[in-house]
């Protein structure tokens, strides 16, 4: 199996976060494993590529292990982000549909889910916030972009269509307010898109934990339906180059505008 956590340093004020685009499994993980579990149906599909290149010198912390491994964008006290709604857990038991994804007799023990927090989880997060505090020692603050993806239909987690563009900031709590509006100026505008700020994914742990604007560590999550970049939500996952390019204007946009607000952000 490869590094847990792949970096790449730049100089820029934001750092883009990559939680779920892994779909590295260890093989006596992946033994555990369902027919309908090793589909990795969850996976934020092709995110990492969708966001390649579009700001010069970013840095990129992304996770090479599957969120069914451990998701490293869950509280690994295992508190739900969504009290009272449909999710998934720290170490997932079911798929975004309510399924089960591990073989009878096979769902992850605690011992199995200290072991994870200890061998994926943790390396992840201190990868994550020591590039955050490299960053901000170079600027004086650090935007954290935590970048995701879902189908756009999965019942079991919401009602309906979920909008294109899903912002992320706590309710205001985790960036300062020029960025929040920066997001849904941009992504609003956006021809043929729909977005919304705070609506079923209102950030989730990673944001929760590192935004904090008082101290210079700004952080808002992305949730992007996968209608807009993928060929189909459905195996094979196939990227649509069509699609994504037209995307990546709009989000490219979004981060310029992110970066060249830092300079009036600093505490």
């Not at 599957?66 to 720290?90: C, F, K």
């Not at 600027?139 to 899903?166: M, Q, T, W």
């Not at 849904?184 to 994914?201: C, D, H, K, M, Q």
Request: charged content about 25%; hydrophobic content about 40%.
């Amino acid at each position: 199996m490869t590094s847990v956590v792949e970096i790449r340093r730049g100089s820029s004020p934001v750092v883009l976060g990559f939680p779920h685009t892994g779909t590295d499994v260890p093989v006596a993980i992946r033994a555990r494993l369902n027919d309908n579990g090793l589909l990795l149906a969850d996976t934020d599909w092709h995110i990492h590529r969708l966001y390649d290149g579009l700001l010069d010198d970013a840095t990129t912390v992304r996770a090479t292990f599957h969120r069914y491994v451990i998701d490293a964008n869950r509280d690994p006290a295992g508190t739900s982000l969504y009290p009272g709604q449909n999710t998934t857990g720290l170490v997932p038991e079911t798929d975004f549909d309510g399924k089960a994804i591990w073989k009878d007799g096979e769902t992850p023990t605690a011992e199995d889910i200290a072991a994870r927090l200890a061998e994926f989880h943790a390396p992840y997060h201190a990868a994550l916030a020591a590039e955050i505090e490299r960053v901000k020692a170079l600027h004086g603050v650090a935007i954290l972009y935590d970048c995701h993806s879902i189908r756009s239909v999965i019942p079991f987690l919401f009602e309906g269509k979920l909008p294109d563009f899903n912002i992320g900031t706590d309710m205001g709590r985790t960036c300062a307010a020029q960025i929040e509006a920066a997001a849904v100026e941009v992504t609003g505008t956006a021809p043929g898109y729909t977005s919304i700020l705070n609506g079923r994914f209102k950030g989730g742990w990673t944001t929760r934990r590192y935004g904090r604007p008082q101290t210079g560590v700004h952080a808002i999550q992305m949730e992007l339906a996968q209608s807009t970049h993928l060929a189909t939500e459905t195996v094979p996952f196939a990227y649509d180059e069509g699609k994504a390019d037209r995307l990546r204007t709009h989000l490219k946009t979004l981060l310029r505008r992110l970066e060249a607000l830092a300079a009036d952000l600093k505490p």
